[in-house]
Structure formats: C-alpha cells, structure tokens
C-alpha cells in the first residue's frame, strides 16, 4: 500500500459543493474511477480519503489537499492523475498526485486573493488601511464551546492590496491548520463593522496553503 496526495483545484461552478458534498462527490470519482484505492475494513467498507482543510462554501481554490492510499505499489501516479481527472465534474481537477511526504500537522497558514467591489474603491481602501494600523481587530468566532471574540489582528499578514476602477483586490495570508483556523470572512466582518462604505467580497480564492516554517505543504 503507499499513501499519495492529490493537489487539485476547485473553481466556477464547483465553488458551491459544500465541504459534506465534497465527500459525497469523491466517493463517487473514486468508484468511477475503478481505481486500486485502499478501503476500509468492516461491514460498510468505503474507500479511505481525507482533505486537508474545509474549504467555505462560494471560495474557489488552486491548492486543496486530497490524501488516499492506493492498494498497488507499481502503479503509475501519472496514470492515477489522468484517471481521476477523466471522471472529475466540472470545475474540479487534479492538479498533482506525489507520495504523501509532510504530515497535515505542519499546516500553518493558508493564502487567499479576493476582491472587494465598490463604488467608492479609494474610500474603501483608506478604510482598510485605518483597520489594519488599530491596536486589535475582534471579531465574533464560532468554536466548538460557542461563539467566541478574537483578536484577528496579530494573525493577518497582508502581502498586497491594489485599488481598480471598481474594487480593492487583495492578498491576504491567514491562520489555518488543527490549532486555528481562520478564514477571510472573519476579515469582512471586521471591515464591514469598521466602515459604513458598501462592499462586496468576490472572487475569493485559496492560492496557497503553507507549513509553520513558511515551506509550500505538499
């Protein structure tokens, strides 16, 4: 048996498949696909597969992190990629199948892009830039004991901000793994508390999932 991990994107249509239809989703390509995938043992036998990180519903992705074993060792990984992508829906590809090397424990931040459309992008901009510079930035987080304020602010890392005609695009580096996990939504509220200035978040993306050291997880 060898543990593999799939690197694969999830954009366009595909963005509204929820995290629990995602699961759904994928033990249907892996039947379809008829590939050696390793089951679990037990009266209701399923392939075995994890992802890395839940992905919000209406986010797209470049990056997201498939894990499954495969029952035959001289199997090409080229020939599972190809397979898989033959029976993939639209809007979700494999992008990468390699031998399982870091453990989903290293994951430390993940990247997302996103783009606040408004009528008033240098309004908006000026906005951002007095949020980032205050001392904390709380917001409401829901935890598996309830709902819970956080401080947001010692945890963003923004890597770029840009204003166009009709938005403020953005790079935005947060929290993410089993300790914490945030996501840009937390970063919308906390805007849209701050400012009275309509926007609205399109386009979001997760560009980037990255270990505590900084390293590229895959």
């Given at each position: 048996m060898i543990r593999v991990r799939a690197v694969f994107e999830k954009t366009g249509r595909a963005k509204y498949i929820s995290h629990?239809?995602?699961n759904r989703c994928m033990l249907r390509i892996f039947r379809r696909s008829k590939l050696p995938i390793?089951?679990?043992?037990?009266?209701?036998?399923?392939?075995?597969y994890s992802f890395a990180l839940a992905l919000s519903l209406g986010f797209e992705s470049h990056c997201e992190i498939l894990?499954?074993?495969l029952n035959d060792d001289d199997i090409s990984l080229d020939?599972?990629?190809?397979?898989l992508n033959g029976v993939m829906p639209e809007g979700m590809r494999i992008l990468s199948v390699a031998p399982q090397v870091k453990k989903i424990t290293e994951i430390g931040c993940a990247e997302y892009t996103f783009s606040l459309v408004t009528?008033?992008?240098d309004e908006l901009s000026d906005k951002i830039g007095e949020l980032l510079a205050s001392e904390e930035i709380l917001v409401e987080k829901k935890t598996k004991r309830g709902m819970k304020t956080v401080d947001i602010k010692p945890s963003l890392d923004v890597l770029g901000m840009e204003k166009s005609a009709g938005s403020v695009d953005m790079r935005l580096r947060l929290p993410a793994g089993t300790e914490t996990n945030y996501n840009p939504s937390l970063f919308f509220e906390a805007l849209g508390a701050f400012t009275d200035i309509p926007f609205t978040p399109e386009r979001i993306?997760?560009?980037g999932i990255y270990c505590k050291n900084g390293e590229v997880f895959s």
């Open positions: 629990l239809d995602l390793w089951y679990t043992e037990g009266f209701h036998t399923h392939p075995y894990d499954f074993n020939y599972v990629c190809d397979t009528e008033r992008p993306c997760r560009t």
